[in-house]
C-alpha cells in the first residue's frame, strides 16, 4: 500500500474530536454520509482516524471500509468547518484515505469481509441490522481521543440504539454475554472516558427534541447536542443554558452539569433540568421524578460511577428580550475585574456575565491563530487590555453596568473591532493609539462614541477585511460567513459558542475547573499563580481561561487552560506528571478553604444539587 504522506498524517493526528464536523454551526450543511450513516466514521472526525489507523497498520481494508471511502464525495464541507475552529484543512485527509482505498483495490487487494458471531446477531435483532457492527474501519473510531494518558482500547461491537428500549435490551444482553460496555455522546470525552472492549453505545439516532413552551421546557433525546437544542429554543423566542455546542445535551448533564456564563443567571447542575430517564446497570428504566429512583440529587465528594444511561432530558427554557446586547469591560489588573464581576453578581444585573483572560479574547475574535498570537500581545501593549468582564443583559442590565464601570466596549464597537482585525497590527493604527492623550488608558479613549468615527476610518471594518487574514482559497467563504449579522453578535455568539473551539487551535486543550469563593482574591489568585506554576515547571503552554460568577455572586467557576501536543511522546509525560501533583494540591486546597471544590468530584454527579457541593 502508498506510504502515508507525513503532512496529511500529521494533519489527520491532530485531529482533537471535539466533533465540531457532526453539527451544522455555520450554516452550511452537514457531511452527507455521516448525515446518512451516523457512525462516526463517516464523519470527518473519524475519516481523520481511519487515515491515521491505515498507516499505523491498525486495520485491514474491510468492506466497510471501502463503503466509508466511497461515500465520501469531497464536498468540502469539511474544510470550512475545521479551519473556523482549529485551523485544519482536513479536505486533504478526506482525499488521501479515498486515494489509499482506490490504490489498494486497483492493485488487485480484496477487501477483508467481517464474519458476523452470535453476539453480534443479538444486537442486530435489537436495533436492525444496520445499526450494529463488529468492522474494525467503525471500531477503531471508538477506540481513542486526545487524552494522552488513555491507550488506545477497541471495542468488539459498536451499536447505535433508536429507542430507550433498545438502550434497555442491548444493557441486559451486555449483562447476559459479560461484556463492559459504554455510552458515547457526540465525541470522545477528551479524558478516556468513554471507551470499552465490549460495547460502545453511540446515541446518535436518538435525537428526538420537543418544545412544550406553556410548560418552558424540553424534552431532549440523549443524541441532541447542545446547538441543536438551542436552535430549536432559539426558533420559539427562547433560550436554553447549554454547554459547548458539540456536546449532548444529556451527557453533559450527567457528566459536570451544564455550566456557562448563562450559569451566571440560569444556575447549573440540577437548576437546568426538571427530570431526567435513565437505563441502569440491569436494563431497568427508570426517571429521577420517580418516588423509588435512586438519590443522584445527593452529592458525594468522591468519584463514582452515573446512575446509567441517560434516554431523555426535560429541561428548563428561559425567556429572552428583543433588546438583549453584550457589552465588554476593560481591565488591566484583574483584581478589579473581578470585583466588578462579584457586584454584578450581588447586585443580580445581567443574564450572563465572565472574567476572560486576554487569551481566549484573542482567539475569540481571530479567524486565525498567527493573528490570535498577535493579537495576544497588541491588545495589553498598545490599549491596556489585559481582562474584559464580558456580559449580556438589557438595555437597563447595560446602563447600570456603565454606571458601575465606566468605558465599555458595546456591541457596535466589537464589530468594529473583529471586522477590522487584521488593521489593528497596522502602522496606521498603532500611530493613532500612541496619539492617545498620556495618562489614561487607552482603552478608555477608544470606547469615547466621539473615537468611533476616526476608529472605523482607520480600521476600515468589513468581511473582506477580516477574511484577508485567511488562506486566498477560503476568503470569499470567510467574507459570506461574516456578512452575516449573527457572527459578530456577542449574544448570539454566547449563546451557540461556536468561537470556544478556537482555544485548542495551536494545540490541545486540558481544562481544569475550579469552583471557588468569590470573595477570596487571595485564593483566586494563589490557585492561578499555582496552576501557572505547575505548567511552567513542566515547560507547558498554559494560560487564564475565565471566571464565572453564580449564586448571587457568592461563588464562581475557574477555569485554567494548559495546551499539548497529543501526538508528542515527551509532551504526553509531561501532562502525566502534571495531573499527577495537580490532583493532591488541589485536594488539599479544598480541605483547607471552604468554597473551594475541584471539578473531577462532580464527574458523573452533574445531577446533583449544586448546594450540596458549593456549601460543603
Not at 501593549?381 to 447595560?398: H, K, N, P, Q, S
Not at 500612541?434 to 482607520?458: D, N, Q, S, T, W
Request: net charge negative; aromatic share 10%.
Amino acid at each position: 500500500m502508498v506510504k502515508a504522506d507525513d503532512d496529511i498524517l500529521k494533519t489527520a493526528s491532530q485531529c482533537r474530536h471535539y466533533a465540531m464536523c457532526k453539527i451544522d454551526y455555520l450554516g452550511t450543511g452537514l457531511c452527507p454520509p455521516g448525515k446518512r450513516y451516523h457512525y462516526v466514521s463517516y464523519y470527518p472526525q473519524g475519516r481523520m482516524d481511519l487515515y491515521a489507523a491505515m498507516a499505523d497498520n491498525l486495520i485491514p481494508v474491510t468492506e466497510g471500509l471501502v463503503h466509508i471511502a466511497e461515500t465520501c464525495s469531497l464536498c468540502g464541507v469539511c474544510d470550512l468547518q475545521c479551519h473556523f475552529v482549529t485551523g485544519l484543512r482536513p479536505l486533504k485527509v478526506m482525499k488521501a484515505l479515498k486515494d489509499r482505498v482506490e490504490d489498494y483495490l486497483k492493485a488487485g487487494g480484496k477487501p477483508v469481509s467481517i464474519a458476523s458471531d452470535e453476539p453480534l446477531r443479538c444486537l442486530r435483532s435489537i436495533v436492525g441490522s444496520e445499526w450494529a457492527t463488529n468492522d474494525p474501519a467503525v471500531l477503531v473510531t471508538y477506540a481513542n481521543d486526545p487524552f494522552p494518558l488513555a491507550d488506545l482500547k477497541m471495542p468488539r461491537y459498536v451499536v447505535l440504539p433508536g429507542t430507550r428500549e433498545e438502550v434497555a435490551a442491548v444493557v441486559r444482553l451486555a449483562n447476559e454475554l459479560g461484556l463492559p460496555y459504554a455510552v458515547r455522546g457526540n465525541g470522545g470525552s477528551v479524558f478516556g472516558f468513554v471507551f470499552s472492549e465490549g460495547i460502545v453505545l453511540d446515541m446518535q439516532r436518538m435525537r428526538g427534541i420537543v418544545i412544550d413552551k406553556d410548560n418552558w421546557s424540553a424534552a431532549v433525546g440523549p443524541g441532541v447536542t447542545s446547538f441543536e437544542l438551542q436552535q430549536e429554543a432559539f426558533r420559539h423566542g427562547l433560550r436554553v443554558n447549554t454547554a459547548e455546542p458539540a456536546a449532548t445535551v444529556c451527557g453533559n448533564i450527567v457528566c459536570t452539569g451544564t455550566f456557562s456564563t448563562w450559569s451566571y443567571a440560569y444556575g447549573t447542575a440540577a437548576d437546568g433540568f426538571i427530570d431526567m430517564e435513565f437505563v441502569d446497570a440491569r436494563g431497568q428504566i427508570f426517571r429521577l421524578n420517580d418516588k423509588q429512583a435512586p438519590n443522584v440529587f445527593a452529592f458525594e465528594n468522591a468519584v463514582i460511577p452515573a446512575p446509567g444511561i441517560c434516554t431523555e432530558a426535560s429541561v428548563k427554557l428561559h425567556p429572552t428580550s428583543k433588546d438583549e446586547d453584550g457589552v465588554l469591560v476593560p481591565f488591566w489588573d484583574f483584581d478589579e475585574a473581578v470585583a466588578l464581576a462579584r457586584e454584578l453578581g450581588r447586585r443580580r444585573i445581567g443574564l450572563a456575565v465572565a472574567v476572560l483572560g486576554i487569551h481566549y479574547i484573542a482567539n475569540f475574535m481571530s479567524p486565525s491563530k498567527d493573528l490570535a498570537g498577535l493579537l495576544k500581545d497588541v491588545l495589553p501593549e498598545t490599549l491596556g487590555i489585559r481582562y474584559v468582564v464580558f456580559a449580556i443583559g438589557d438595555r437597563f442590565a447595560r446602563e447600570s453596568i456603565q454606571k458601575l464601570a465606566g468605558p465599555v466596549i458595546d456591541s457596535g464597537l466589537w464589530r468594529t473591532l473583529t471586522l477590522g482585525l487584521p488593521r489593528l497590527l497596522d502602522s496606521e493604527w498603532l500611530d493613532l493609539v500612541k496619539g492617545f492623550e498620556a495618562g489614561r488608558p487607552p482603552y478608555e479613549i477608544l470606547c469615547r462614541p466621539e473615537m468611533r468615527p476616526l476608529v472605523e476610518a482607520v480600521l476600515r471594518p468589513s468581511p473582506e477585511t477580516l477574511a484577508a487574514a485567511v488562506e486566498e482559497d477560503l476568503r470569499e467563504l470567510y467574507t459570506g460567513l461574516y456578512s452575516q449579522p449573527r457572527f459578530t453578535d456577542m449574544t448570539w455568539l454566547n449563546m451557540f459558542r461556536i468561537l470556544s473551539s478556537r482555544m485548542s487551535r495551536r494545540k490541545h486543550m486540558f481544562a481544569f475547573l475550579v469552583y471557588v469563593p468569590l470573595d477570596r482574591n487571595d485564593v483566586i489568585n494563589h490557585i492561578n499563580a499555582e496552576f501557572a506554576r505547575i505548567a511552567a515547571a513542566q515547560g507547558l503552554d498554559h494560560d487564564f481561561g475565565f471566571l464565572t460568577p453564580m449564586d448571587l455572586g457568592k461563588r464562581a467557576i475557574l477555569e485554567y487552560d494548559y495546551y499539548i501536543d497529543h501526538t508528542d511522546p515527551a509532551e504526553r509525560e509531561k501532562i502525566g506528571r502534571v495531573l499527577a501533583e495537580i490532583g493532591p494540591w488541589l485536594d488539599g486546597l479544598a480541605e483547607r478553604t471552604k468554597g473551594v471544590t475541584f471539578l473531577k468530584y462532580v464527574f458523573s454527579q452533574g445531577c446533583s444539587r449544586k448546594e450540596n457541593f458549593l456549601y460543603r
